[in-house]
């Protein structure tokens, strides 16, 4: 059984430093040779949503409370809500994973909409937009703070959807910001704008991430079930 459990964490984490590294390498050479408006183009946003899904896959790996439970989604379509077992949840475990991953890629494809609207924008006022020019989307300061707001809340309030959603905003949206800082930095506003990360260190804050993110959301959650528990034993008293 732990065998099992380190070779997957082994293999999603491969899948998040491949992603990251050749493949991220291979799709920006191509995207040099291509038309500025080309529908290949979006084989980058591809990679921000890969890079995003493997993040949040590998940290509900460490920490399984984190996973979004769609079991009564999946299970309406089979036994019901009202009856698990063994047996449905390993059916259903698949299809969990599969949705988190999705959830995630989408999350992470998000930001690069605002560049469609900046096109849009442009287009009506007849104007060229600067190629590298960024939008509100991708702001690197908004998903530090709304993180540290959910997950403060998740302290104080016992919300454990707070850290969910908190985890996915900073491994998925902040990840973003990370690879496009390989060109521009990252976007601090109002504060400025960070030099260009060196590609190892995009690396480095690309695998670590979920690491790290996994151990702060366990401490907060051994905390939370602590005194959850405790509240519990009170009423119950």
């Keep these: ?26 799709v920006e050479n191509l995207v040099l040779k291509l038309p500025p408006k080309s529908l290949l183009r979006a084989s980058d946003t591809v990679v921000h949503g890969l890079i995003g899904g493997f993040s949040f896959w590998l940290t509900c790996h460490l920490c399984p409370d984190l996973v979004l439970d769609v079991s009564c989604l999946f299970s309406s379509f089979g ?22 991953f999705a959830v995630a890629f989408m999350i992470s494809c998000i930001v690069d909409l605002d ?3 900046q096109d849009f924008i442009q287009m009506i006022n007849g104007g060229v937009r600067v190629p590298w020019e960024r939008g509100v989307l991708h702001l690197s300061l ?14 104080i309030f016992h919300y454990i959807w707070c850290l969910k959603f908190g985890t996915l905003i900073i491994v998925c ?10 060109h521009h930095g990252l976007w601090l ?17 690309t695998q670590f991430l979920p690491l790290v993110t996994s151990g702060v959301v366990s401490i907060l ?17």
């Design 1 to 26: 059984m732990v065998e099992m459990i380190f070779l997957k964490f082994v293999i999603v984490w491969g899948g998040l430093l491949i992603t990251a590294w050749p493949v991220n390498n291979f």
């Design 79 to 100: 036994d019901g809500c009202g009856r698990k077992n063994k047996r449905s949840e390993f059916s259903y475990a698949p299809l969990a994973s599969m949705f988190n």
């Design 115 to 117: 560049h469609v609207f």
């Design 173 to 182: 949206i902040f990840s973003h910001h990370v690879r496009d800082g390989i």
């Design 142 to 155: 908004p998903p530090l703070i709304l993180t540290l707001i959910l997950y403060i809340s998740a302290a």
């Design 221 to 237: 959650l051994y905390r939370i079930k602590s005194k959850l528990i405790l509240t519990n034993e009170i009423y119950i008293v």
């Design 189 to 205: 506003h109002p504060l400025g704008i960070t030099p260009k990360l060196p590609q190892w260190l995009y690396i480095f804050i």
